[in-house]
């Protein structure tokens, strides 16, 4: 922004002096190079945001791999920050429910996570929850297996 306010000024500097053919050529190349430089630069920037974002960590499950994305605390960033905190602490509590195989409930009341998901994509869109959504999916899922009453044989037939 600056280099085009810089090169607007010496360009009407230069204007009366554009009665000459080498001015105006001069302006033109003036021109060109400050496009050429505002291009560059706003690219340079555009790059320069679009870090990738580090990928979850994942747990065992049986077969299945659960992604599971926590961030550090100091790395957090946006408008969604406390959010993002508050779902990742629900689903550390629910996966220490799912590592104990007595536990009935992992994953009390699942509105609250989803509506935490669905704020964070709406606020901070660019912020991955997909790797929260196959996590508490997975531990529904798994909920639902343990309330399951246990299967028993028939009588003998």
């Known amino acids: 922004m600056y280099m085009k306010k810089l090169l607007l000024l010496f360009a009407v500097a230069l204007f009366p ?34 870090k990738p974002a580090p990928s979850p ?5 049986g077969t299945k791999s659960i992604p599971q994305q926590r961030t550090p605390a100091n790395k957090v960033t946006g408008k969604a920050k406390e959010d ?7 689903l550390t509590a629910c ?14 009341n699942t509105t609250l996570p989803y509506a935490l998901i669905q ?10 929850v997909q790797p929260y959504k196959l996590e508490l999916a997975f531990y529904e899922q798994e909920q639902q297996r343990r309330q399951q009453p246990p299967a028993t044989p028939e009588a003998g037939r």
């Open 57 to 61: 960590a994942h747990f065992q499950a």
């Open 95 to 108: 996966y220490q429910a799912y590592t104990r195989p007595e536990e009935q409930t992992i994953c009390q």
């Open 84 to 90: 993002i905190q508050t779902l990742e602490s629900l």
């Open 119 to 128: 704020n964070i994509h709406k606020i901070q869109p660019t912020w991955n």
């Open 17 to 50: 002096m554009g009665i000459q053919a080498q001015s105006a050529v001069a302006i033109g190349r003036l021109v060109g190079s400050g496009i050429v430089l505002a291009t560059r630069t706003r690219s340079n920037t555009a790059h320069k945001t679009t």
